[in-house]
């Protein structure tokens, strides 16, 4: 929903309604993942996409059908459906959209949400989209607050709601979108209730060592990729925000006491770009023990194996070391700082959803694997 903000925070402050429609269920090679959506305003402007143009003119008629009626529905389009062929979803999948009208009336939280959003603070929206509920009820969960309810008028609302919320600050902490299953009243052990959570957790970080050209490079494609991005260089006449545009911020500071200092989890990417093992070897020993998803440095592989000995010599113990992926990126054959940029963005996209890194011609099954995380 993060691409349609923007539109959809603009019809919103105006005081109308517009039509959201979000996917919350994918099968199969779905070309977009849970949480994808798609805005459509009283006067006919869309925003977003949900199936990169495969069915949005049938999820456009949808949005303005529900606009009329002030209803939420679930539509599901995909190789199933009679006319799956008519609205274009061709490639296989199964998509299942929610499509709601949001204004000021029905969902009065929404500005705050957008507002977290913006900030990049956590915040979940959790939906009834199956099931004996009514479907669009709506939960607002915050890490210390939450707004709205599940069952609205019912008398076990609060056990439904508390459930949700325990789940849903989990998803938020793990950055995971995704559909989770209730008894009426919260239990766990009943999938009676389907609740679509949309976890907007804050970008993940992507932490660039060594402000040379190749970390423009990178900071501009992990922008793209929606990174949070710093570059850090101990020489200030080099870490400037002038030569990094693309990222969100720049240190002047030896990075390996820069990096002791900050809050590292398992959704930060590194990259050590410095070449100079004065710098590398004593952020590496940092970096290699902290929950940081990736790690990768570059070099040859002569420099790889200096530096094995060095950070070895420093006590890192092999497990530590069988971490480090250097040299960097996915062979790709790249030779320019923006070739070796894709090359390192590849190993990072392989690295979060589990691909092979192999041709697809020389695959065969889903192309889509399992949807693991969402930061869109």
Known sequence: MRDVLEDAGGWYAAGETFGLATVVRTFRSAPRPPGAAMAVSAGG????SVSGGCVEGAVYEVAREVLASGEPVVRRYGVSDDDAFAVGLTCGGILDVLVEPVGPATFPEFGDVAAAVAKGEPVAVATVVGGPGRVGARRVVWPDRASGTLAPGEAYAARLDAAVDDDARGMLAQGVTGVRHYGREGERRLDDLEVF?????PPPR?????????????????RFLGYRVTVCDARPVFATPKRFPDADEVIVRWPHRYLAEETVDERTAICVLTHDPKFDVPLLEIAL???AGYVGAMGSRRTHDDRLARLREAGLGEDELARLRSP??????ARTPEETAVSIAAELVQLRWGGSGRPLTE??????????????
């Open 45 to 48: 402007e869309a925003a977003g």
């Open 197 to 201: 959570v949309h976890a907007f957790a």
């Open 206 to 222: 992507l932490l660039v060592f060594g402000a040379i050209d190749f970390a423009a490079a990178v900071a501009r494609i992990g």
């Open 289 to 291: 023990r902290t929950e």
């Open 328 to 333: 960097i990126g996915l062979d790709l054959g």
């Open 363 to 376: 695959t065969g099954g889903r192309i889509h694997g399992p949807e693991a995380r969402d930061d869109a």
